[in-house]
């Protein structure tokens, strides 16, 4: 009888799982395997607020899986030395996975692919990026993808998964090591796991969506972005939850949010088809940019000391809380890269090890959008004005109020820093 391993990554799930299910399509026994890797990653290993979910979003899914009549098998790396052993050990006769974009992982696999009977499945996107021509800016990338449409059945959740007998040996996942030795996540506030993600996408309001995603005093927003790095919902369980809404009620405004998954989509897009933007800027006449070296102002900035309100209660909200609404993350990054001329890459490196979405491709497209330098980029002139952008999106003032306690005198003046800004913009040629 025919054995599968399963090589489980970032699609830490049972619901809509392309490799599981063509594995237990498969019939016989079914080997789930985590390979902890990480040097794998090349320069973008798991920063810490990743490795905290990590811990936990592993810790749910063995347990989904022992649900289900089987368990997750830990191993760490090197991973086709990891695999190959497996197979010896059980008799397994296949590897499926699902695929990951990162440019380290996509060549770390083809070596594998190469290696093994292996199989990849697609989980983490409504699109492959080799199914469009390379796409610059962003809508006529969306309405190309959208002329192709989303379609197909989600793969059903299993009702069970004949496990080997005996079971491979497995580390604990406690023995990865992937807890913060400093008890900084305490005010982490999450559920990671399938059904984390599940609650949220139930108690999300996308008939609201328009009206209240720029206000981060409002709970306007999803807050499925980790669960969606991590795999533990896919984007076509949104789709199809949001397009259930649109059906039920056309002005219902799930639209606008399903355009949001397009961004996701775009950010995977450029990774793949430019994969030298997560360390250098997509416009190559920004790699003249004459940015600063300011180690103090970049802490300020770091640990939310620069005096600005709204930018210092983005920064305290993502170290107690390991996430930041969207547009106060625009506007701490748009501070960052123009007030202080410190550049995107900085920036890029702090989300990564704070963010527990921290993602490659969203957060490269982030700070290069912010930065003037990526695709569909804002344009270099648009400085964020912290204090009229708290007017704005916080009109009360509670945001501000939950992660502020007290006066900071500001670092830099604004009217002067975007002098500053736009002449250091000038002295580089913009094509």
Known sequence: MSTTIVWFRLDLRLTDNP?????????????????????????????????????????????????????????????????????????????????????????????VKAALPAES??????????????????????????????????????????????????????????????????GFDWEPGEAGAKKLLRRFNASRYTADRDRPDLLGTS??????????????????????????????????????????????????????????????????????????????WQRGRTGYPLVDAGMRELWTTGWMHNRVRMVVASFLVKDLLISWQEGARWFWDTLVDADLANNTLGWQWTAGCGADAAPYFRIFNPASQAEKFDPQGEYVRQWVKEPVAPIVNHAAARDRALLAHAKIKVG
Not at 48 to 62: E, Q, T, V, Y
Not at 229 to 242: D, K, L, M, T, V
């Open 19 to 111: 490799a599981l299910q063509a594995a237990v399509q498969r019939g016989g026994p079914v080997i789930p395997v985590y390979i902890w890797a990480p040097e794998e990653e090349g320069d973008w290993p798991p920063g810490a607020a990743s490795r905290w979910w990590l811990h936990h979003s592993l810790k749910a899914l063995d347990a989904s899986l022992r649900g289900h009549g089987s368990r997750l098998i830990i191993r760490r790396g090197p991973s086709l030395e990891t695999l190959q052993a497996l197979m010896k050990e059980t008799g397994a006769d296949a590897v499926y996975w699902n695929r990951r974009y990162e440019p380290a992982l996509i060549a770390r696999d083809k070596v």
């Open 223 to 300: 807050r499925l972005s980790p669960h969606l790095h991590f795999g533990e919902i896919s984007p076509r369980q949104i789709w199809e939850a949001c397009s259930r809404a649109c059906q039920a009620r056309p002005q219902s405004n799930a639209d606008a949010y399903l355009r949001q998954l397009g961004w996701r989509e775009f950010a995977h897009h450029l990774l793949y088809h430019f994969p030298h933007t997560a360390e250098e800027p997509l416009r190559p006449e920004f790699g003249k940019f004459p940015w600063r070296a300011d180690a103090k102002a970049l802490k300020a």
């Open 121 to 186: 499945f697609n989980s983490a996107l409504l699109f492959e990026p080799w199914e469009l021509k390379p796409y610059k800016v962003f809508t006529p990338f969306w309405k190309a993808c959208l002329a192709k449409k989303v379609g197909g059945a989600l793969a059903p959740r299993p009702q069970k998964i004949a496990a080997p007998r005996p079971l491979p040996r497995s580390l604990e996942i406690a023995e990865l090591d992937l807890l913060p030795k400093l008890d900084w996540a305490k």
